[in-house]
């Protein structure tokens, strides 16, 4: 049975997919070294006109539950791989993440059809990661033989929400990711909690033995920064550094937070 309540935003979804009327957001992550855009991470936005603003947490689980998530991921990976030469051609030269649905993973050929449409416009494999949360549906052969697959191509690979889900230390050590993002519920009381703390830290050493880079979701604050850098952490998102942007406000955005890096290493010379 699906609610009336979920019809209703299924129908007004179907349409604003079909009409054009979703956009993509970006939100950059840097490096907790030197400040640098290491890549921007596409998030899908839909405003509807009655109903206002709806959360891809809502609506992204209706497309896969409805035959309608392969459209989704077509058209926004398409829609940022094109923002990408745009960025490109401005002289903006930066890396994509991509949050795709684990029932992709069961298409045997979506690898295959991703790398297709690098190919066809133009942008290198390695310069796109894909972000995997759990709920992969696929046993775990199959599933290290699509991901092998993708690794094969160049496209890089992140275990996205680390630590509040289904994830395994044995899925962690089996398949072949490239980077790992701490969930942002780790990060909220890192600064005030030791065992928060411990555990962030305790993530981050084990992802860098295991040959993951790391990322911090959902940095808020100043102190999170500092902490997590700290700690070892390689990259940071967030509000902090940035909320998610229209595609033409990057540029501005990378000016504004040089400054702003700038301000906080002077502050704090050790952050050097
Ligand atoms: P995610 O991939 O883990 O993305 C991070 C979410 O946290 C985003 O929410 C982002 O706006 C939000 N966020 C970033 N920094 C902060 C912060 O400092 N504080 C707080 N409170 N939140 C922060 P958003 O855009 O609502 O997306 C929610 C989830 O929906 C994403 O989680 C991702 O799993 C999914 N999603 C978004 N876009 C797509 C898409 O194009 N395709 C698919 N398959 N899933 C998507
Ligand atoms: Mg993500
Ligand atoms: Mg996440
Ligand atoms: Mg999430």
């Not at 989704?72 to 791989?81: H, V």
């Not at 684990?102 to 690098?118: G, I, N």
């Not at 066809?120 to 796109?128: E, K």
């Not at 411990?198 to 040959?211: E, M, Q, T, Y």
Request: with cysteine.
């Amino acid at each position: 049975m699906i609610a009336q309540s979920d019809l209703g935003l299924l129908d007004g979804f179907e349409r604003a997919l079909i009409n054009g009327r979703l956009r993509m957001v970006y939100q950059p992550k840097v490096s907790l070294t030197d400040g640098r855009l290491r890549r921007v991470e596409a998030l899908v936005r839909w405003d509807d006109p009655k109903l206002g603003a709806i959360s891809p947490s809502k609506f992204v689980p209706l497309a896969e539950e409805h035959g309608l998530i392969d459209q989704l991921t077509n058209w926004g990976l398409r829609t940022t791989l094109r923002q990408w030469l745009k960025w490109q051609e401005q002289g903006l030269d930066t890396c994509l993440a991509f949050n795709i649905s684990a029932l992709s993973l069961d298409h045997l050929d979506f690898p295959d059809l991703v790398e297709r449409m690098c190919r066809a416009l133009n942008v290198p494999t390695d310069r796109l990661v894909l972000e995997l949360t759990e709920g992969a549906t696929q046993p775990l052969v199959k599933l290290m033989d699509t991901l092998t697959r993708f690794r094969i191509k160049g496209i890089g690979l992140a275990i996205d929400d680390f630590g509040v889900g289904y994830s395994t230390l044995m899925q962690l050590r089996q398949l072949p990711f490239t980077e790992l993002k701490i969930d942002r519920f780790f990060i909220e009381d890192a600064p005030s909690s030791k065992d928060s703390a411990l555990i962030v830290k305790s993530i981050i050493d084990l992802a860098h033995g295991l040959g993951l880079t790391v990322t911090a979701e959902g940095v808020e604050t100043v102190e999170q920064l500092r902490l997590l850098r700290d700690l070892g952490c390689d990259t940071a998102q967030g509000f902090f550094v940035a909320r998610p942007l229209e595609a033409d406000a990057l540029q501005d955005w990378r000016v504004e937070w040089r400054e702003r890096w700038e301000t906080l290493v002077d502050e704090e010379p050790e952050l050097l």
